[in-house]
């Protein structure tokens, strides 16, 4: 039978990270990627629509999510968005790290991340693509694993064959299996940084419309989180970077749909209540012989105009603006300020950049071996921990990789 002294099984962000890493560790040691897909990295390539959000200067265990805030602290002290970039420039990738902390790669290219990756990686691994792992069975020294290819006798394996999210990207649930037939327990999954479903009467009709706003998610007139920044009205819903930001509450909702979930849009945080009603009278005497279906035009796209005074019920609208009374004036207000739309999901995981919920990280040491099958590790979205939308999941899958091929290092 073929043997390694590694197997890393998937070769996405973690996986290829972690055959540099081992390779630089370990130099003479025999290094074996298995990938399932028919190229490594297809995940990494639609990161950050192509331009590869990295890593977060503010990368801490404040951002992460899951069971295991310790193994988060521990692995991002071992290797922080600083070792990343270090980390980075030492493949050829030079990163450059914007005003809102997000660190991407000074070319904005992902496919020159991948690129650079999958050199790296080949220096130091053989990777074979169209290699899915089907088991992994211990035994007295090590692990073989199983690939419709043949089996490997491994002596450590390295899981990182990522979450169910994005299965377009190769997202799939493989790890949940390889894991638990090992002994490991899985927490539920959900979709985070994911687009919501909600009621599209009046969103259907701004279709393809961004603005910068505000939007919070209320479950039964609690505020479970809330986001500024620009919103993308879809046919189903809402999407853009401000909706997916507090997505993670909609997913977790989701699971259980206990009570309602309600998205309020605020078309105009910068403004308040009160300013804006000050300024839509004054509006209404400066425009007074504007067609009302233009009144709200220069303050919104003209679609979108249209739609607030659809919602506030200020009908029909080819009167006048000064025929705009009082009440309804208020009402305008009250759809600008407070958009209140019923969610009824999220896009799901076809939709989703990132897996909530996964292996249980705590059966793991701090190290990231496994606690069940001492020949095993994991890294990456396979395991339950997930980050906020920023750059925080690649640095997850850049400092467990890490974790893991120290701990294996050390073992040896
Ligand atoms: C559209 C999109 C945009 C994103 N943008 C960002 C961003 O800008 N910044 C950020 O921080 N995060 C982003 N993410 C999240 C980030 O890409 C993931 O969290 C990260 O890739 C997870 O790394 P991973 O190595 O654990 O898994 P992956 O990168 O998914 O890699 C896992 C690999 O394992 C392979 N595999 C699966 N099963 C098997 C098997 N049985 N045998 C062998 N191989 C297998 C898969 O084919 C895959 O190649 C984005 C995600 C998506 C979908």
Same mark, same amino acid.
């Given at each position: ?9 998937? +070769?996405?962000? *973690?996986?290829?990270?972690?055959? /540099?890493?081992? #390779?630089? $560790? !370990?130099?003479? =040691? ?119 290819? +043949?089996?490997? *006798?491994?002596?450590?394996?390295? /899981?990182?064959? #990522?979450? $169910? !999210?994005?299965? =377009? ?244």
């Amino acid at each position: 039978m073929e043997r390694a002294d590694l197997v890393i099984v998937g +070769g996405g962000a *973690a996986g290829l990270a972690a055959a /540099v890493m081992a #390779g630089q $560790a !370990a130099p003479n =040691s025999r290094i074996v990627l298995l990938e399932k897909g028919a190229r490594v990295g297809k995940k990494l390539l639609a990161t950050g629509n192509g331009t590869c959000n990295i890593s977060h200067q503010n990368a801490s265990v404040d951002s992460y999510h899951g069971g295991g805030a310790q193994r988060v602290r521990d692995a991002l002290a071992r290797f922080s968005w600083e070792d990343a970039c270090r980390f980075f420039r030492s493949i050829g990738v030079e990163t450059t790290v914007r005003e809102d902390g997000r660190i991407y790669p000074l070319c904005t290219s992902a496919a020159a991340v991948l690129d650079c990756l999958r050199i790296a990686a080949a220096n130091h691994a053989d990777i074979r693509c169209e290699s899915a792992v089907t088991a992994l069975r211990p035994t007295a020294n090590g692990v073989t694993v199983c690939t419709a290819d +043949g089996e490997i *006798a491994a002596g450590h394996v390295l /899981v990182a064959v #990522g979450g $169910a !999210a994005s299965p =377009s990207c190769g997202g799939s649930s493989d790890g949940y299996r390889l894991l638990t037939d090992l002994g490991h327990t899985r927490t539920p999954l959900f979709p985070s940084i994911v687009q919501l479903r909600t009621d599209t009467r009046f969103v259907r009709a701004v279709k393809g419309l961004r603005v910068d706003g505000t939007v919070s998610l209320m479950l039964n007139g609690h505020r479970l989180a809330s986001h500024t920044g620009e919103i993308l009205f879809a046919e189903y819903g809402l999407s853009g970077p401000a909706v997916m930001q507090i997505s993670r509450a909609a997913g977790e909702w989701e699971r259980r749909k206990q009570g309602t979930l309600t998205a309020v849009v605020d078309l105009l945080p910068t403004i308040s209540a009160d300013e804006l009603s000050a300024l839509l009278s004054a509006r209404r005497e400066a425009l007074a012989t504007t067609p009302l279906e233009d009144f709200l035009t220069g303050l919104f796209q003209r679609r979108i105009g249209q739609t607030v005074l659809r919602m506030a019920g200020a009908l029909p609208l080819d009167r006048r603006s000064d025929s705009l009374t009082d009440r309804e004036l208020s009402a305008v207000v009250c759809a600008i300020k407070e958009w209140a739309l019923d969610v009824t999901g999220t896009q799901g995981f076809g939709g989703a950049q990132v897996t909530a919920g996964g292996v249980t990280v705590t059966e793991f040491d701090e190290n990231l071996i496994s606690r069940r099958c001492p020949h095993v590790s994991a890294a990456g979205e396979v395991l339950d921990v997930d980050g906020d939308c920023g750059g925080y999941n690649l640095q997850w899958a850049w400092s467990s990789a890490a974790t893991a091929v120290e701990g294996w290092r050390k073992k040896r």
